[in-house]
């Protein structure tokens, strides 16, 4: 029962916009958990809360314009700018596969639509990106973690151990 909270828990913080599907998975697998499955697991759950991103754009930039009036992000200016130079010389495609690392996969999404206005172009997009990430993610971490100690369970093993 135990390693299906652990797998709760990485769809949980996948989906969540500061723990990213980068972040999540290799945390996952260095703490015992089968890479594929949290890959996939943590795969779903980002990309299923940046669908409802791109689905409910317009909404969320209502939510954000209120929340953006009360409090002045200087952080967020700069990720925005960073945004829009990568979107003026790589386009989409650029933003949608850069993007999850360098700001997020959320903010990613929200600047994509900001920019384009094309759903399902960008909802194409950051399919791509986010499947690549997580398996970039997980492939790195399982074969450093496995290469470096290969008899061990991870580093919170005894947590999320099936007994």
Known sequence: MD???GYVLVFVLAALPFFEVIGVVPLAILSGLHPVTAAIIGFIGNFFTVLLLIVFVDRFKEWR????EKTSDEKGEKKQLRARRIWERYGLPGLALVGPFIIGSHLA???C???SRKRKQVAVWMTVSLMMWTVLAAGLT????HY???DSNGLF???FRNE
Not at 65 to 68: A, E, Q, S
Not at 142 to 145: E, P, S, V
């Open 113 to 115: 639509m900001s920019f």
């Open 148 to 150: 470096f100690a290969p």
């Open 65 to 68: 314009m209120k929340r953006k």
């Open 3 to 5: 390693i299906l909270w």
């Open 109 to 111: 999404a929200f600047m």
């Open 157 to 159: 093993g005894d947590i």
């Open 142 to 145: 399982g074969a450093g973690f």
